[in-house]
């Protein structure tokens, strides 16, 4: 995973932390739970032009996004079940991918 992208993310992740935490305790939140309100529950990048926008700013051609999200797939249900037919898509279905590898990294248990 590209540095710029871990370290977005990883932001995004500590905000939605601290927005749990003046909501409720963060410790009665799971791993898999703080990664669907982090990177699940609403769209990360809405807008094609923004979503085209994000993979260029992390230098991410759509290839290697699809590929990185089909790989993916593959692991975790031995299939390829997404097509991307735009980026909002694409950076999303990333986004979320790429939040689960961090929220595991982190062991948010």
């Known amino acids: 995973m590209k540095e710029s992208i871990k370290t977005e993310l990883r932001e995004h992740l500590n905000d939605t932390i601290e927005y749990l935490d003046s909501k409720t305790l963060v410790e009665s939140y799971f791993n898999d739970e703080i990664h669907h309100k982090a990177f699940n529950e609403d769209y990360y ?25 089909n790989d993916a797939e593959l692991e975790n249900f031995g299939e390829i079940q ?28």
């Open 45 to 69: 990048i809405i807008g094609y032009y923004q979503a085209e926008q994000w993979l260029k700013k992390h230098d991410l051609n759509t290839f290697e996004a699809i590929e990185i999200c």
């Open 82 to 109: 997404t097509t991307f037919d735009n980026a909002e898509k694409l950076v999303n279905h990333l986004v979320y991918w790429l939040g689960l590898e961090i929220c595991n990294e982190l062991e948010l248990n």
